[in-house]
Each structure stands twice: as C-alpha cells, then as structure tokens.
C-alpha cells in the first residue's frame, strides 16, 4: 500500500493524447497518399474504377478515419468523454462506408479471379490488408496507453475501425479483383481481424490498468 500511494504521489506531465493522435492520423494519410501514387508498379491499373469510385471512396475512407482516430483519444481520458451514443455513431458511419467502399468496387470491376488463384489471392490480400493496418493499430495503442481510459473497450474499437479503414484505402486501389466473394472475405477478414485485435488489446490494457491501483 505505501509503495501504491508512493507511486500516485510522484508527479506526472499532463496527458494531451488528442493533438498527437489527431497529428499523427495526418502523417499517415501522406504516408498512405504515398503508397497510393507507388500503386502502378505494385499490382494493376484500376482505371476500370473511375475516378470518383477511385479516388473518391478512398478519400472518403481516409477522412473518416480523422474522427475515428480523435473519439478513440477522447476514449483514453479518465473522464467519460466518449459516450456511447458516440462510438454507436462513429462505429455505424466507418461500417457503412467501408461497405459502400466494397460493393462499388465490386460493381465497377471488371477483371475476374481465377479460379485456380481464388485461393492463394484471397490469403494474399488478407495478410497484406491486415499487415498495412497493423502497424497503424500498434502505433494508436502506444498513444492511447499514455492515458486511464473510462472506455477502453471504445477507444480500441474505434482506433481499430480507422486502422482498418486507412488500410482498406491503399488496398482497395492495388488488389484488381473487385468481386463481392473475394473482397468480401479476404479484405473483410483482415479489417475485423485488425478490429478485433485492437479492441480486445485494449480492453486488456485497460483492465491490468484498473488492477494494478484496484
């Protein structure tokens, strides 16, 4: 008990999570912006897109993940300041926009997978999906575990959501099959396997947090 009250009366700097997060979601759009331009010499040319579905969704995306990104960091305050009313909202808007973001490319394909390669593509864009967002999550977990999260569970969610969202952006433009029974469970797969594990992450952290002052 004295070492605990020890620890609570050292000082500590004031916890400002919403300015770096909000800063660093602007780094990684110029970085995602980056891998986007690069896109010709990694796979294909979706000019069968268009341009608003092309850019237009992406931009979309990208924005959505500003928000995303600033109630996840209102979810790391001691105080309730992410409500559930909030997250419902956010959680809603980034589900239906990556939605919207999967049928219209899969409308507007036109190249069709092989059978033969259904397989071997599907396992390929589910790891570079999850691996161009992973590094997102990990990095809004490091920000989000400066503070003493009244949501956690939340703040996870919603950090997750624009990690995959983010990831989805770049993605969606390199992968040339745009088809609804490959998108769906390879793209998809690896945005709620990045969902799930920063959800859950953070759901961890915040209950080790809560135990060790319990």
């Known amino acids: 008990m ?11 700097a004031p916890m400002r999570p919403l300015a770096p997060l909000l800063l660093g979601a602007l780094a990684l759009a110029g970085l995602g912006a980056a891998v986007l331009a690069s896109r010709w010499g990694l796979r294909s040319d979706r000019s069968d897109l268009g ?15 500003l928000p995303l990104f600033a109630g996840a960091a209102r ?5 309730p300041a992410l409500r559930a009313a909030r997250i419902s909202v956010l959680t809603a808007s980034a589900v239906f926009i990556a939605v919207c973001a999967m049928t219209l490319t899969a409308r ?9 390669k259904r397989l071997a593509e599907g396992f390929l864009c589910f790891g570079v999906e999850f691996a161009l967002g992973l590094p997102i999550a990990l990095w809004s977990g490091l920000i989000l575990a400066r503070g003493f ?3 956690p569970a939340g703040a996870g969610l919603l950090a997750g959501l624009a990690a995959a969202l983010l990831a989805d952006a770049c ?3 390199i992968c040339p099959f745009g088809e609804a029974g490959h998108v769906v469970p390879s793209h998809g797969a690896g945005m709620l396997l990045l969902v799930a594990l920063t959800t859950a992450g953070a759901v961890l952290w915040g ?7 319990g």
Not at 51 to 65: E, H, N, R, S
Not at 207 to 213: A, K, L
Request: proline share 9%.
């Open 108 to 116: 507007a394909g036109t190249l069709s997978l092989p059978a033969d």
């Open 149 to 151: 999260p009244a949501a």
């Open 51 to 65: 341009p608003w579905i092309f850019w237009g969704l992406t931009l979309i995306q990208a924005a959505m993940a």
């Open 75 to 79: 979810g790391a305050l001691p105080a």
């Open 207 to 213: 209950v080790r947090r809560r135990s060790r002052i």
């Open 171 to 173: 993605w969606r433009l």
């Open 2 to 12: 004295r070492e605990r009250l020890r620890e609570d009366l050292q000082p500590v």
